[in-house]
């Protein structure tokens, strides 16, 4: 079983639409949480933290469920420029930093 | 620019040959990690610094990847007898200390074995 599972996609969606992505994770010694963003061929960079009270920033909210060992991240009113490659990742323990990326998941948004 | 950089941008080699792949992570950042990313897929952890030591390498794949970073700066991802699955691009990441824990990626390593 990977340590982090996304949602295979892709998701092709129109604008304006509302679009969920999920992720789990396996490592109860997870720590931290993150939603990566990837353009094509571009490398991958950070687009939000995820706290269990749940964050939001603009159109995005990510939400943590640690007894679920689950992860969201809401798109409202999705535009062109979301068009992306979704990545989830887990910082595993309080000692060390290692991180781990899912496979991600690809948005298409569509005029 | 003061990000990460790692050279070469392009590396095409034949199977067999040794290759290295350099990463300067940004000045100040103590955490140094090396991803491997093939088409489709997120990218895979290899191992990450924490100085010059190296804090976890269970994502080396087998005994030709090797990777230093002797000075806790620049670090050297080191692949011996190259084969043709090990074409893919390899991603550099730092990270500061005390941080939230955000990774700032370079634009990686192209590596195409033949």
């Known amino acids: 079983r990977k340590e982090v599972e996304q949602d295979p996609g892709p998701f092709n969606v129109p604008e304006g639409a509302t679009v969920a992505f999920n992720c789990t994770y396996s490592n109860s010694a997870s720590q931290s949480f993150f939603w990566y963003r990837q353009d094509c061929r571009k490398e991958p960079k950070l687009l939000m933290s995820?706290?269990?009270s749940g964050n939001e920033d603009g159109r995005f909210t990510a939400q943590l469920n640690r007894a679920s060992q689950y992860i969201s991240l809401l798109i409202r009113d999705s535009k062109l420029s979301d068009s992306a490659t979704y990545l989830c990742?887990?910082?595993?323990?309080?000692?060390?930093?290692?991180?781990?990326f899912g496979a991600g998941t690809r948005l298409f948004v569509k005029a | 620019g003061a990000g990460v950089s790692q050279t070469p941008s392009n590396k095409v080699t034949e199977k067999g040959k040794y290759v290295e792949l350099r990463c300067d992570p940004i000045?100040?950042?103590?955490?140094l990690y090396w991803y491997r990313q093939s088409l489709g897929q997120g990218p895979e952890f290899l191992i990450y610094?924490?100085?010059?030591?190296?804090?976890?390498d269970s994502g080396l794949p087998n005994d030709r990847f090797f990777a230093v970073r002797p000075e806790g700066s620049v670090s050297t991802l080191k692949i011996q007898r190259t084969e043709r699955g090990d074409s893919a691009v390899y991603l550099c990441?730092?990270?500061?200390?005390?941080?939230?824990?955000?990774?700032?990626f370079g634009e990686g390593s192209r590596l195409t074995v033949l």
């Open positions: 990441a730092s990270s500061p200390p005390g941080g939230a824990g955000e990774l700032f």
């Open positions: 990742v887990v910082r595993i323990g309080t000692g060390g930093f290692k991180t781990i």
């Open positions: 995820v706290y269990s």
């Open positions: 610094f924490q100085g010059t030591g190296a804090a976890d």
């Open positions: 000045s100040g950042h103590t955490a």
